[in-house]
């Protein structure tokens, strides 16, 4: 029964870090949001595979079982969220430098500040 508060307990810390992620505002910490989710992916998978093996009960692995996968789930979605996210980002920056490029070329075609003929008629 302790494995199950525990992962219940986990299962709470996965929530508060789902509303963290939702915070993080540069890619940096995205990225390491992003490997910290992997990693625990990895530690309920391990968990989950580790559940098969154990002395409990039937029932007490069922429910912890349940519990794991439903974390698992949980944990897939931040997941995603969080590489959309990122995307999202790269995405928006290579716009913002797209359109720095756009404005910085200059010729006949595209005339600057400093290069415009004023015609009057």
């Known amino acids: 029964m302790t494995t199950i508060n525990n992962t219940s307990m986990q299962g709470s810390a996965?929530?508060?870090?789902?509303?963290?992620?939702?915070?993080?505002?540069?890619?940096?910490?995205?990225?390491?949001?992003?490997?910290?989710?992997?990693?625990?992916?990895?530690?309920?998978?391990?968990?989950?595979?580790?559940?098969?093996?154990?002395?409990?009960?039937?029932e007490d692995?069922?429910?912890q079982q349940e519990t794991l996968q439903t974390q698992?789930?949980?944990?897939?979605?931040?997941?995603?969220?969080?590489?959309r996210q990122q995307a999202q980002e790269a995405e928006e920056k290579a716009r913002q430098q797209a359109m720095k490029n756009q404005q910085k070329v200059e010729g006949v075609n595209h005339p600057s500040d400093d290069h415009q003929v004023d015609i009057y008629i």
């Not at 509303?19 to 990693?39: E, F, P, R, Y």
């Not at 698992?72 to 590489?83: F, P, S």
């Open 61 to 63: 692995k069922k429910k």
């Open 14 to 58: 996965v929530s508060a870090g789902a509303t963290t992620a939702k915070s993080g505002a540069s890619d940096n910490s995205l990225a390491s949001q992003i490997k910290q989710v992997m990693q625990q992916i990895t530690k309920v998978t391990k968990q989950l595979a580790d559940l098969a093996s154990s002395d409990m009960s039937v």
């Open 72 to 83: 698992l789930k949980m944990l897939q979605a931040q997941l995603a969220q969080l590489q």
